[in-house]
């Protein structure tokens, strides 16, 4: 243990957070574009079939490699090698088994997947994403190992690898298609063979990776527990976690079985109009999820960190890490909300000049999700801290709350010929609102030393109004000049962007949003408080 180099908390959550970055610049350069190519019926082909995608991996692994890291990180705190030997090897089995499940499911059954979305155009799409979830299960066994014993680097390069080979193959396959004249759904299908290869790839990179640095679980003299009670070990902790996980995905299903069906069925619209109206909706999601989509990076490094804490019973460290992590989230995930929310419209067509109709249409939905944004980013953070608390079960509990209020608001409004497709964001906005409430009020109830919600989210909400105000009449003012064209208008809005990112900065400086001892857990941070002259 003494030779092994552990990273700390925040370091792992930086090694993650940066390679999320990258990771987001290639999915942006891969979904924008896309979306621009297929239209808002295509991206409805594409995301049927990603949403049962995203369901069955999340089903396969959402909670198995953070059960796993957690059985490894207290295996290899006390220096047993051949407990997280045979726990590797008891998750691998079970990896491969819950993947191949996956699999078969999409390749077998995929018109009856398609029927069951409401869109039967998206068959090919769902075939061509078949091969993926085996994949990523293995992967995520290699995954967990490495995260357990704190090593965050093999994650953040798979998938970097996931992303880049899904920009460089995907896109353009998707393009050649459509340009070859080939259905939409075709195209769609193009775009999820560079998904399907990037999985691939990324996989072989952590079977080397594993087989480069295993050299210290090969030798232990300790007595590792049976494979089956390690086995009943893994599926205690994982599967509450993987229900609790896979509501979002769950939702996501939902959310587009119901709409399509009330579309559809109630409103009376064809399988194409209907495809159309969800697409607008999606050309808003995809924005709407790049906020949580950096929570996985503290989820990871979060729940191992405090695994070990408790098992310690260092509850100090615990409300240290604890708090870190709020601070972190208030500090990002409401300006980011916020933004998306009061620029939503100019955004939308920046980022879509090919299907400007669609991003029109889809302004007021974003409007609603960026502030849903928020909510999701909570919730999360919440789930990894009851989770790591061993209260597996109660993000289940909250998440089928919210569900329930979701699924019921979505069937009532989307049948609502006078509301129709506006619906969808709403029954968004109170379910994920309402899943943060609850959750924040558990967590201040679990922990010793109760959190100051209002000392952590006050400054935040603050800096991110007045940020805010500052894009919105930056916005306002350059569009008296700069109007007339997609030039002059997307210079607008990159001037608001520009302006309001400034002015949070300052305000996190001013308001001192961030303390030097935040700054410590991170790779030369003090360093950093020095030069910025955080106290």
């Given at each position: 243990?003494?030779?092994?180099?552990?990273?700390?908390?925040?370091?792992?959550?930086?090694?993650?957070?940066?390679?999320?970055?990258?990771?987001?610049?290639?999915?942006?350069?891969?979904?924008?574009?896309?979306?621009?190519?297929?239209?808002?019926?295509?991206?409805?082909?594409?995301?049927?079939?990603?949403?049962?995608?995203?369901?069955?991996?999340?089903?396969?692994?959402?909670?198995?490699?953070?059960?796993?890291?957690?059985?490894?990180?207290?295996?290899?705190?006390?220096?047993?090698?051949?407990?997280?030997?045979?726990?590797?090897?008891?998750?691998?089995?079970?990896?491969?088994?819950?993947?191949?499940?996956?699999?078969?499911?999409?390749?077998?059954?995929?018109?009856?997947?398609?029927e069951l979305m409401n869109n039967s155009m998206a068959y090919w799409p769902i075939k061509a994403l078949g091969v993926s979830v085996i994949c990523v299960s293995i992967?995520?066994?290699?995954?967990?190992?490495?995260?357990?014993?704190?090593?965050?680097?093999?994650?953040?390069?798979?998938?970097?690898?996931?992303?880049?080979?899904?920009?460089?193959?995907?896109?353009?396959?998707?393009?050649?298609?459509?340009?070859?004249?080939?259905?939409?759904?075709?195209?769609?299908?193009?775009?999820?063979?560079?998904?399907?290869?990037?999985?691939?790839?990324?996989?072989?990179?952590?079977?080397?990776?594993?087989?480069?640095?295993?050299?210290?679980?090969?030798?232990?003299?300790?007595?590792?527990?049976?494979?089956?009670?390690?086995?009943?070990?893994?599926?205690?902790?994982?599967?509450?976690?993987?229900?609790?996980?896979?509501?979002?995905?769950?939702?996501?299903?939902?959310?587009?079985?119901?709409?399509?069906?009330?579309?559809?069925?109630?409103?009376?619209?064809?399988?194409?109009?209907?495809?159309?109206?969800?697409?607008?909706?999606?050309?808003?999601?995809?924005?709407?999820?790049?906020?949580?989509?950096?929570?996985?990076?503290?989820?990871?490094?979060?729940?191992?960190?405090?695994?070990?804490?408790?098992?310690?019973?260092?509850?100090?460290?615990?409300?240290?890490?604890?708090?870190?992590?709020?601070?972190?989230?208030?500090?990002?995930?409401?300006?980011?909300?916020?933004?998306?929310?009061?620029?939503?419209?100019?955004?939308?067509?920046?980022?879509?000049?090919?299907?400007?109709?669609?991003?029109?249409?889809?302004?007021?939905?974003?409007?609603?999700?960026?502030?849903?944004?928020?909510?999701?980013?909570?919730?999360?953070?919440?789930?990894?801290?009851?989770?790591?608390?061993?209260?597996?079960?109660?993000?289940?509990?909250?998440?089928?709350?919210?569900?329930?209020?979701?699924?019921?608001?979505?069937?009532?409004?989307?049948?609502?010929?006078?509301?129709?497709?506006?619906?969808?964001?709403?029954?968004?906005?109170?379910?994920?609102?309402?899943?943060?409430?609850?959750?924040?009020?558990?967590?201040?109830?679990?922990?010793?030393?109760?959190?100051?919600?209002?000392?952590?989210?006050?400054?935040?909400?603050?800096?991110?109004?007045?940020?805010?105000?500052?894009?919105?009449?930056?916005?306002?003012?350059?569009?008296?000049?700069?109007?007339?064209?997609?030039?002059?208008?997307?210079?607008?809005?990159?001037?608001?962007?520009?302006?309001?990112?400034?002015?949070?900065?300052?305000?996190?400086?001013?308001?001192?949003?961030?303390?030097?001892?935040?700054?410590?857990?991170?790779?030369?941070?003090?360093?950093?408080?020095?030069?910025?002259?955080?106290?």
């Amino acid at each position: 243990m003494s030779k092994e180099k552990k990273q700390t908390f925040m370091g792992g959550v930086t090694v993650l957070a940066i390679s999320t970055v990258f990771v987001k610049i290639c999915g942006a350069l891969y979904k924008i574009p896309l979306n621009n190519i297929l239209g808002d019926e295509g991206v409805t082909h594409f995301m049927s079939a990603y949403n049962i995608y995203a369901f069955l991996l999340t089903l396969s692994t959402a909670g198995l490699p953070l059960a796993l890291s957690k059985l490894i990180s207290e295996a290899n705190a006390t220096g047993r090698r051949n407990q997280m030997r045979r726990c590797f090897n008891t998750a691998m089995a079970l990896f491969l088994a819950v993947g191949a499940v996956g699999t078969l499911a999409m390749l077998l059954f995929t018109e009856q997947l398609a029927e069951l979305m409401n869109n039967s155009m998206a068959y090919w799409p769902i075939k061509a994403l078949g091969v993926s979830v085996i994949c990523v299960s293995i992967m995520c066994a290699y995954r967990g190992f490495a995260q357990g014993r704190q090593n965050m680097v093999p994650t953040a390069v798979s998938q970097f690898i996931e992303a880049l080979l899904k920009l460089l193959i995907g896109l353009p396959l998707a393009w050649y298609l459509i340009r070859m004249g080939k259905p939409l759904e075709i195209g769609a299908a193009g775009a999820i063979v560079g998904v399907s290869a990037g999985t691939v790839l990324a996989m072989i990179y952590m079977i080397v990776d594993y087989r480069r640095h295993r050299g210290p679980i090969l030798r232990g003299s300790d007595e590792a527990q049976s494979h089956v009670v390690i086995l009943k070990r893994l599926l205690w902790l994982g599967i509450p976690i993987t229900i609790g996980q896979a509501g979002m995905s769950l939702l996501n299903l939902l959310d587009q079985t119901i709409i399509l069906g009330q579309l559809q069925g109630v409103l009376g619209l064809a399988e194409k109009e209907a495809a159309a109206l969800y697409g607008q909706y999606t050309f808003s999601s995809t924005l709407f999820n790049l906020p949580a989509s950096f929570l996985p990076a503290v989820a990871i490094s979060l729940i191992p960190a405090i695994s070990v804490a408790v098992a310690q019973k260092n509850h100090g460290e615990v409300n240290r890490v604890v708090t870190t992590s709020f601070r972190l989230i208030a500090m990002l995930a409401i300006p980011a909300g916020v933004g998306l929310s009061v620029l939503a419209g100019p955004i939308l067509q920046l980022l879509y000049p090919a299907q400007a109709e669609a991003a029109a249409a889809a302004t007021y939905h974003l409007q609603l999700l960026g502030i849903a944004s928020i909510f999701v980013c909570v919730m999360l953070l919440t789930n990894s801290i009851m989770q790591a608390h061993g209260k597996v079960q109660l993000p289940i509990y909250t998440m089928l709350m919210g569900g329930a209020v979701k699924v019921g608001i979505n069937y009532v409004l989307v049948g609502n010929p006078d509301i129709n497709i506006k619906g969808a964001p709403i029954g968004t906005l109170v379910c994920y609102g309402l899943i943060a409430l609850v959750n924040l009020i558990i967590v201040w109830r679990l922990l010793e030393d109760k959190p100051n919600y209002f000392k952590v989210f006050a400054k935040p909400v603050l800096a991110s109004a007045i940020m805010g105000a500052t894009a919105w009449a930056v916005h306002g003012l350059c569009g008296r000049f700069l109007t007339g064209g997609y030039v002059k208008e997307s210079l607008a809005t990159l001037v608001a962007i520009g302006a309001a990112v400034v002015v949070y900065l300052i305000l996190v400086l001013v308001l001192r949003l961030i303390t030097r001892e935040d700054l410590k857990m991170i790779p030369k941070g003090d360093k950093i408080a020095a030069i910025l002259r955080i106290r």
